[in-house]
């Protein structure tokens, strides 16, 4: 007699190898079925990968043209940052704020903060650092792209935006 888990097999059963095999067979459909299934997402996530990178090579030969090195470009549906080479949707743009960061005591000069659905964090500088209306002025775009967006470092805003990304 074999004892297998819950089974008492014996050699003249076999219906109950029958049913082993079949629960063999179905572990391994359901293995390479989750590998195919991943690798269907993986390749989904590389289709979105090549896009970004066809943007950001779009913005970089925009900033070919302008002779600038580091910039940030406010396309139609893309914010692209070639400091940070990051390209995001403004749908995905959460909550906007200006910071002013201090390092050791004395200010620093200022940034646009933006969070994104995914919890990335990305901070803009101006061209002129420090410059507020230029700040206050990629605010106002951000909010006419997005117009749900969550404006200004509050705690109501950073409670709305912990529930929006959980």
Request: positive net charge.
């Amino acid at each position: 007699m074999l004892a297998l888990g819950f089974l008492n097999l014996k050699n003249d059963e076999n219906t109950a190898w029958m049913w082993f095999t079949f629960t063999i067979f179905g572990a391994i459909f359901t293995a390479v079925f989750a590998m195919v299934a991943y690798g269907q997402e993986s390749g989904f996530r590389k289709e979105n990968r090549d896009y970004i990178e066809e943007e950001f090579a779009k913005a970089a030969v925009l900033l070919e043209k302008a002779n600038k090195k580091q910039a940030t470009i406010f396309g139609e549906e893309f914010l692209i940052s070639t400091t940070q080479r990051v390209v995001v949707r403004y749908a995905d743009i959460l909550w906007a704020y200006i910071l002013q960061p201090y390092l050791n005591g004395v200010k620093m000069g200022r940034m646009l903060e933006i969070r994104t659905r995914k919890r990335n964090i990305f901070k803009l500088a101006p061209e002129n650092n420090d410059d507020l209306k230029e700040l206050e002025g990629m605010m106002k775009f951000l909010v006419e792209k997005n117009p749900k967006l969550l404006v200004g470092h509050t705690d109501e805003n950073r409670k709305i935006y912990d529930s929006l990304t959980r």
